[in-house]
């Protein structure tokens, strides 16, 4: 996992809807809660994208957006947001290579971790979690971040 005051790593990847999506573009709308996820439709990946959109206003009336990146194709991303009403894109990065930039690979290259960052708008790493199996620990992470004003 990337660390505190750490540059995050630019990137470039396609939305569940096709349309690339820089990490510089993102940023100028503000900082960003970039979270990485195994797969799509699994019960912890639901649970934890599912904590992200009840929280969601919550998080954009503190000035963050969200952006989940996992391995599965733009379309898999567009069923998993319509079928759980997901208010925030999801971004595909089928060979992992993002996912490894971001030190979110699982052992021997396998899955991915379930790691939470927060990005400053001069794209550092304002604060990051990991926590493979325990998405209440993401809730909390969340909450501290909009105890403290983003």
């Known amino acids: 996992m990337l660390t505190r005051g750490t540059t995050a790593p630019a990137f470039e990847l396609p939305d569940d809807k096709g349309t690339m999506v820089r990490l510089a573009d993102l940023l100028l709308g503000g900082p ?24 969601y206003t919550e998080i954009e009336n503190h000035g963050l957006r969200v952006f989940g990146v996992s391995p599965q194709a733009p379309e898999v991303h567009q069923r998993f947001r319509a079928q759980y009403r997901i208010p925030f894109p999801l971004l595909s990065d089928p060979d992992k290579v993002v996912i490894g930039k971001y ?10 971790r379930r790691i939470t960052y927060l990005i400053d ?27 403290k004003d983003g």
């Open 121 to 147: 708008t001069d794209g550092r790493i304002r604060d990051a979690l990991q926590a493979d199996l325990q998405v209440s620990r993401h809730r909390r992470f969340i909450e501290r971040m909009v105890s």
């Open 103 to 112: 030190e979110a690979t699982g052992p021997f290259g396998l899955l991915v």
């Open 32 to 55: 960003i809660v970039l979270y990485f996820y195994p797969v799509d439709f699994t019960p912890v990946c639901t649970r934890q994208a599912c904590m992200f959109r009840d929280a």
